[in-house]
Structures are given as structure tokens and as C-alpha cells.
């Protein structure tokens, strides 16, 4: 036993301090009762390890030479980054000198011509739904060779974000968006928000990332701009309806009962079942 504890001193101090203490057998336990009276360090956590198809994807999403798919973008106010409001210039060349640098350093981002085009393969979209179907749809987009695809209701940050999510699964922390709403005023990712990725996955069927984008929505709901969050889109989509008409009916009743929301609403298409379920939700809390 106490060869043993010799030897695991071994491991905490230096060869030459070891020889002289061996010289002493006090010294060596009073060194060894010392040592034992102090709490262990605990090693840094080691992270999480990943699986061999994880780090082929996360490869595969930064390599793009084999890129047999490429995305070009309609919406060129997604290159701007300037201004949350500004009208896109449409005779800007977004491959020009004044892209921005969340621009150019996207993986698979290139330029063609006069488009700014987003790359990735299909071997990986077709694990999709969404691009499984258009791949086998027999339309222009099947068959063998490369092909582009037109986006014409997303934004290249919204739709590079999906990309990477089909690759890793995951949202880097510094991709993640800072805003709530499509509505909110920021002078950084003016076209990102946690609203527009949700309406995006759930155009493009990425069931995983409608539950992530949906769980930051419902857990960070506020007062500003819910109740346009509820009549602009939230009202479409059964998990979100129900938990934004329950906040908006418990802390939104001034901005409800205000002479400009009821103009402002009043003509919505689903504003009688709207305003009839946020009335139910009221008058159930009273009860």
C-alpha cells in the first residue's frame, strides 16, 4: 500500500524534489497526506465525439469541387447588410467589390457571370424530402448533370443557413440569429431572424430545424411586434398559433384594444378567428 501511494506521487511533482523526499519517509508522507487533503482537478470535459458520417458531412460542406447543384438568388436586397429598409439596387453587381464579407466567405459561395451562386450536392439534398421529390420529379430539375435552381423567396443568409444545417445538423453559435421577427430593426443580419428561418425550413420541409426555430420563437416571446409575429405568419402554423395567441391574449390586450390595431386588423382574412380565439383565451383566464 504504501509502494503504491509512492508511486502516484510520481505523477504530481518533479524527479528531482521526488529524490530528496524519498531520502526522508516523513517527508514522503507528509507530502502524500497533503496532497490527498486537496481536491482533485477534474480533467476539461473532452467533446462530444462525433461519427464518421458527422466529419464526411462537415468536409463534404466545406469542399466545392464536387458541387453538382448550384442555388442562384433573386433577392439582392440579402447582400445588402447596410440597412434594415433601404430599396435593393438592382443594377449593383453583388460579385462586384462591394459584397460583403459574410458574403464571400460562405463555403460554396461563387460567382457566375452576374449572379452570386450558393453550391452544394445533391447526393446530400436528396436525403430531404423537399429535394428527394425534385430531384425524382421528372421536371427540369432531375436527371444526371449539374443543375441550378432559381431561390425566389429566400434570402441567400436564410437559405445558406439551411444548407449548412442539411450538411452538420447544427447552427454554428456565431450564425445564429440576433433577431426575433422578421419586423425588428438591426443594423447587422437585416434579413436573418429566427422567424424567416422558421418560415424557411417549413418551405423546404427540414422538419428538425422547424422545431429549433419554432423553440427559440415560443421561448423568447415579447410584447414587441408579437401581435404583428401573430397576424403576419404565426397564425398559418398550428405550433406556433397556439402559443403566440396565448402570450399576445395574456400581455398584448393595450396594443389589442388600440383604435390603430383594430384598422389595422379588423380587414386580415382570419381576423374573425384570430380575434375570436385571443377572446376565449382571455376570458378563460378570468375564470
Known amino acids: 500500500m504504501r509502494l503504491l501511494m509512492i508511486i502516484s506521487i510520481v505523477t504530481l511533482i518533479g524527479g528531482s524534489l521526488l529524490r530528496s523526499m524519498l531520502q526522508s519517509e516523513d517527508n514522503c508522507f507528509e507530502v502524500i497526506f497533503r496532497f490527498s487533503d486537496q481536491p482533485s482537478k477534474s480533467p476539461p470535459p473532452s467533446p462530444p465525439k462525433r461519427s464518421l458520417?458527422?466529419?464526411?458531412?462537415e468536409k463534404l460542406y466545406e469542399d466545392t469541387d464536387g458541387q453538382d447543384v448550384h442555388f442562384v438568388f433573386d433577392d439582392l436586397s440579402a447582400f445588402d447588410t447596410e440597412a434594415t429598409e433601404s430599396v435593393p439596387d438592382t443594377n449593383r453587381d453583388p460579385c462586384g467589390p462591394s459584397k460583403t464579407p459574410a458574403l464571400s466567405d460562405e463555403p460554396g459561395t461563387k460567382c457566375v457571370g452576374q449572379d452570386t451562386v450558393?453550391?452544394?450536392?445533391?447526393?446530400?439534398?436528396?436525403?430531404?424530402?423537399?429535394?428527394k421529390s425534385m430531384f425524382e420529379s421528372g421536371f427540369?430539375?432531375?436527371?444526371?448533370?449539374?443543375?441550378?435552381?432559381?431561390?425566389?423567396?429566400?434570402?441567400f443568409k436564410v437559405f445558406g443557413l439551411l444548407l449548412r444545417f442539411m450538411y452538420t445538423g447544427k447552427i454554428p453559435e456565431d450564425?445564429?440569429?440576433?433577431k426575433l421577427y422578421v419586423g425588428d430593426v438591426f443594423t447587422e443580419q437585416a434579413d436573418l431572424s429566427w422567424e424567416s428561418l422558421?418560415?424557411?425550413?417549413?418551405?423546404?420541409?427540414?422538419?428538425?430545424?422547424?422545431?429549433?426555430?419554432?423553440?427559440?420563437?415560443?421561448?423568447s416571446l415579447n410584447s414587441s411586434g408579437t401581435v404583428q409575429f401573430l397576424f403576419r405568419s404565426a397564425y398559418?402554423?398550428?405550433?406556433l398559433r397556439e402559443p403566440v395567441i396565448k402570450h399576445v391574449a395574456a400581455s398584448c390586450g393595450a396594443t389589442l384594444a388600440s383604435k390603430s390595431a383594430r384598422e389595422t386588423y379588423m380587414d386580415h382574412p382570419e381576423s374573425a378567428r384570430i380575434f375570436g380565439d385571443l377572446f376565449e383565451h382571455i376570458f378563460a383566464a378570468k375564470k
Open 53 to 57: 458520417g458527422e466529419i464526411l458531412l
Open 118 to 131: 450558393l453550391g452544394a450536392h445533391k447526393l446530400v439534398l436528396r436525403q430531404w424530402p423537399y429535394f
Open 140 to 155: 427540369a430539375e432531375s436527371g444526371a448533370g449539374d443543375k441550378t435552381i432559381r431561390i425566389k423567396d429566400t434570402s
Open 175 to 178: 450564425s445564429k440569429p440576433i
Open 198 to 219: 422558421y418560415l424557411a425550413a417549413h418551405r423546404y420541409d427540414i422538419q428538425e430545424l422547424c422545431q429549433i426555430a419554432r423553440d427559440n420563437i415560443v421561448a
Open 236 to 239: 398559418l402554423f398550428a405550433d
